[in-house]
Each structure stands twice: as C-alpha cells, then as structure tokens.
C-alpha cells in the first residue's frame, strides 16, 4: 500500500502525509505472483502452501513467528543470475541479505559466488565448504583478524575501502607470504534508488575512496606499488532497490574513466570491473523489477560501450544480487493476537513478531504486502495496522494494507518478500528469542537456522 516512502529509505522518495495509501485490491485472497514464491498458492482448503506444505502444518511443527523459504525458488533464482551473465562475467551472492550454511551449500551447488563482509559471514562462508577463491571480502573497517584469516584462507579478493586498509592489508601478506588479489572500492558520486538517480554530493558516505577528489587514483597509486597486492580491478555500488540501470551507466562511465587513467599513468589495463549489487524485488504489486536476463543484458552493454570509447579491452563484469536472489524467497508467519480498531482510522493487528524479526518497516519505512493466509475470507476489506508485540510505538510490520473485516485472533498471516535483511538484521529486543528459518521443498520442511530460546539468551547473560 503506497505511501511513496523507498524500500531502501524515506530519504530516498516523497513521504506523502498519513493516510494515502493505495485502494484495496479487487481480491484480498489473491497472492500476486511477482511478491510471493514460486511455488506459493492456495490449495482446496483457501489455506496458502509453500513447498508442497501448508502453513496450518508448518505452523503446529515450527511455530510462529517463522521464516518459511522455497528452497527451489531460491535455487531457481541463482541459475538465473548465473544464466544470466554467463562465462564472461561472475555472480556473487551478497551474503548480508541472509546467510547460513544451507544457503552457502545451495550457492556452491548453482555455481555462485560469495561476497561476505564480516569475519562472521567468512567463518560460516567457509564452514559449509565454499571454495575460499570463490569468497569476496568487503567491509569498511575490516579487523587486522578478520583481514588475516581472509588471506591465510585464500580469498579470491578483498575489496579494500580506504588508505589505511591498503596499508594494513599489503603488511599483512607481506608478513604471510601471500600476494593477495584485491579490489579498490571507489565512490562515484552517483546514487541510484528505484527509477532516478541522483549523481552530485554522495561522496559523503563511510564507503569507498571519491573519484572527484583524486582519492580513487591515488588509493591505486599505493596498490599498484605494493608487491603483497594484486590490483585486480575497481569496484562500484551505487545504492539499493534500483529498478533502472540508468544510474550503472553514470557509474560505468566514470569508473571506466578511472580504468583509462590507470592505462595512461601506469601503463596497466586492469582486467575486472564490479558493478555491485542493489537490484530491486517487488515488495507490493506496485513494484515491477527487471528479469536477470534485461539486467545482464543492459549492463554488459554499458560497460562494452564506455570501454570501446576509452579504447580499452572490456574488463571481466562481477555483480552482487543479494535481496534479487534472497528476498523473494521467503515470508514471515505470524499468528494474530488481538485487534483494536479505531474508528474512521483503521484496525490495529497485533502478531506474534515484529520489530525483531523485521526491523525494516521502523528502520527505512519500507512498505510490504500481507495475507490472510490460514483461510480465505469474503469479507469485505478493512483498513488495517500490521503492528508488532514489542514496547515500542514504530514497531510495525505492514503500515496500510487491507486484510478481510472477520480477521479473528488465531488466524495466521503471511508477509512476503522477506527473505533479504529481515533474518540477518533481527534483534533481541525486549528479551525475545528470533525465530527459525525453515526451508520447504517437495513437501519437505526443515530448519536451517534453528528459533533461538530463551536459554540461549540466558546463557549470554553471565552476570
């Protein structure tokens, strides 16, 4: 439901004042197939299935609230990118959107590879067996630790984010007798969010060294003269939930300027190029993403055209879908506690989560859709508050959405489209345990990362 507020951030769009949402849908039982997975339907009953399974069963096995992830969706979705972009170009899965061990087997088996950004995501990276050449390591403030046990491993790259990180990585690989591969992270002055981009002043962030004040060519001044370092190429990420490639060519065409440099100071024509990642899903049925195959296909494009005008050779293309891949995966379960409505303004729906396992909505004002999931309804639609169970007033799931005017306590709602960030940025808050990710497929289900209890919260707590 509409407020114009970006996934990635209110900053990003027009806040339109409380109360503009979109009109109900002509089918508050219908389940767009572009916001759920793959294999998400209703089956005879009304009662929504995922995996062959229905939630009323996953529900009385795993509990609520849960993450339930179509492990063939997710497969599926990593043929496709690596389909997509093919021999000359390489996929790697931006770990931060969700991470563990399952997924980094399910990675290996598509062929993918793993950009991680903390010694964390590198530990379990390299836990569940992904090749070490495969792995990526980012990060603006990566420890002396986390940079060794990166190097000792072997990864195929670090992308290194600043001056001091140069200096600190090259001492390490010296001191290891490594010559270790990296990347230079540079900022372009371009930042692209859904259909616009805006390319003055985003040089004042935490990531990358400016092109515009010199730093980018000097930080590859320093790589180049290091013999621990291999430069092996520029990176760029220009921002989140992007629907238009127009923002990449902006980016291209300025790190592609800084290649040319490099060539005509060094005499060295680096051999890599990495657009990042930040392609958007669809959240609600507003939202229309381009299919992997339109992204490739547009990228490779841009980035032949700026190198044939700078009279390079086309560097080898790297990417990094993490909430592409991820996002559309998964839903969140809840079971309804209570309602308040509140006449001429809407109903309010407890649930058992909330800001915990879904940080986002208070975070970003992210919006999302939801459904009555444990049944179908035809009752008329209601002006509804999807709100959480913590002590706290922002703690909300879904702002505006309309779900049937007989939702009761007991009934269940599904939540779609969180797979990315939901499970990797859920919090303890008010003392609850996080809940479990459980992946379905052929009528399958089990856990891959199990609910936390509260004996694992007590045994942190050694006061």
Known sequence: MSRSAHPAGPRHADVLPEGHYSPPPADLNALDPRVWADSVRRDERGVVTVGGRDVLSLAEEFGTPAYF?????????CRAWRDAFGEEADVFYAGKAFLSRAVVRWLTEEGLNLDVCSGGELATALSAGMPAER????????????????????????VLDSFQEIARAAHIARR????????????????????????????????GLPLAEGQAAEGVRRVLGLDSLELTGIHSHIGSQIFDTSGFEVAAHRV????????????VELPEIDLGGGLGIAYTSADDPAEPSAIARSLAQIVDRECASAGLAVPRLSVEPGRAIVGPTAFTLYEVGTLKPLEGLRTYVSVDGGMSDNIRTALYDAEYSVALASRTSQAPPMLSRVVGKHCESGDIVVRDAFLPADLAPGDLLAVPATGAYCRSMASNYNHVPRPPVVAVRDGEARTIVRRETEEDLLRLDVG
């Open 69 to 77: 992830l179509d492990e063939d969706d997710f497969r599926a979705r």
């Open 135 to 158: 792995i990526a390591l980012h990060g603006n403030n990566k420890s002396t630790h986390e940079l060794e046990r990166a190097i000792e491993a072997g990864v195929g790259r670090i």
């Open 256 to 267: 592609v300027g800084l290649l040319a440099q490099t060539r005509d100071e060094h005499g």
């Open 176 to 207: 290891l007798g490594r010559r270790q591969p990296v990347q230079l992270r540079v900022t372009v002055g371009v930042e692209a969010h859904t259909h616009e981009f805006i390319a003055t002043a985003h040089e004042d962030q935490k990531f």
